[in-house]
């Protein structure tokens, strides 16, 4: 059984910086894809970055330039490390570990941007 535990989120000013961790129990973890997706109240879950399993990053428009996604194999980890935030991005942070077989959860960590 995978789990996955967000932590990092929390209350930042505009214009801050904030880092989210996502840390895999289990073994395939480095096989699989880890992606980080949010979701802001009233609107749908959007993906907003992407890491493969041989390092390769993919971004939302919105958020290129400002967050990058990175992950420590040998931690189990993947990290959202975001800057330049803005209230927009104001959201839930959920993780997902999407493998051959299945994909997995975190529970979220809220991030609000707001002075």
């Known amino acids: 059984q995978v789990q996955l535990v967000e932590s990092g989120g929390g209350l930042v000013q505009p214009g801050g910086s904030l880092r989210l961790s996502c840390a895999a129990s289990g073994n395939i973890f480095r096989l699989n894809t880890m992606n980080w997706y949010r979701q802001a109240p009233g609107k749908q879950r959007e993906l907003v970055a992407t890491i493969l399993s041989g390092g390769d990053t993919r971004y939302a428009d919105s958020v290129k330039g400002r967050f990058t996604i990175s992950r420590d194999n040998a931690k189990n980890t993947v990290y959202l490390q975001m800057n330049s935030l803005k209230p927009e991005d104001t959201a839930v942070y959920y993780c997902?570990?999407?493998?051959?077989?299945?994909?997995?959860w975190g529970q979220g960590t809220q991030v609000t941007v707001s002075s």
């Open positions: 997902k570990l999407v493998s051959v077989a299945s994909a997995y």
